[in-house]
Antibody
Framework: QVQLQESGPGLVKPSQTLSLTCTVS??????????WSWIRQHPGKGLEWIGY???????YYNPSLKSRLTISLDTSKNQFSLKLSSVTAADTAVYYC?????????????WGQGTMVTVSS | QSVLTQPPSASGTPGQRVTISCSGG????????VKWYQQLSGTAPKLLIH???QRPSGVPGRFSGSKSGTSASLAISGLQSEDEADYHC???????????FGGGTKVTVL
């Protein structure tokens, strides 16, 4: 049973870089069957796709965040990470990591529990 | 402002049928499959429907999805109290080259 768990600071200062890590257990991140994804949800709002990375290192980013965004893999630790630079209060949200399953037409079939990140001085 | 449009709320009594709409465009729902996610209060979303009308194993048969043109629908037949949740639709958008979501619909069981 694959499980995902987000980790990282819950508070980030404006203009700094938000960094989160997702640890994958029960499965290998080095699989061509999945994309490894980040999705966020602003308080009381809908979901927003941030981007994802394939095991080869190929990345796909939300165009609205692309200039500030880096998603990377650490296959030795079975983890993938998110870095979002120059954050503002508008980046305050619950951040989820998720597995996008190519066998289900890339549906996000497994999610982490989510981690709340607040941008504030 | 979400790319896909959902009504903010829907409601029904136990046993009723509730339908949630998701309106998109020719670059997303019009040419790609639709996914639906259920989000219980305070929890992460859960995949409910993939490939527009397919249920993952473990999802009750009272949930069904469909699509016509650039709109999709999720139907809950025989509404139950445990179905009270937010429901989100999603599709890949070929113009934006990314995933787009609806704003979510809160279903209340009266």
């Amino acid at each position: 049973q694959v499980q995902l768990q987000e980790s990282g600071p819950g508070l980030v200062k404006p203009s700094q870089t938000l960094s989160l890590t997702c640890t994958v257990s029960g499965g290998s991140i080095n699989s061509g069957a999945y994309y490894w994804s980040w999705i966020r949800q602003h308080p009381g709002k809908g979901l927003e796709w941030i981007g994802y990375i394939y095991y080869s290192g190929t990345t796909y980013y939300n165009p609205s965040l692309k200039s500030r965004l880096t998603i990377s893999l650490d296959t030795s630790k079975n983890q993938f990470s998110l870095k979002l630079s120059s954050v503002t209060a508008a980046d305050t949200a619950v951040y989820y990591c998720a597995q996008s399953n190519r066998g289900l037409r890339d549906a996000f079939d497994i999610w982490g529990q989510g981690t709340m990140v607040t941008v504030s001085s | 402002q979400s790319v896909l449009t959902q009504p903010p709320s829907a409601s029904g009594t136990p046993g009723q049928r509730v339908t949630i709409s998701c309106s998109g465009g020719s670059s997303n729902i019009g040419i790609n499959t639709v996914k639906w996610y259920q989000q219980l209060s305070g929890t992460a979303p859960k995949l409910l429907i993939h490939n527009t009308d397919q249920r993952p194993s473990g999802v009750p048969g009272r949930f069904s999805g469909s699509k016509s043109g650039t709109s999709a629908s999720l139907a809950i037949s025989g509404l139950q109290s445990e179905d009270e949740a937010d429901y989100h639709c999603a599709a890949w958008d070929d113009s934006l080259n990314g995933w787009v979501f609806g704003g979510g619909t809160k279903v209340t069981v009266l």
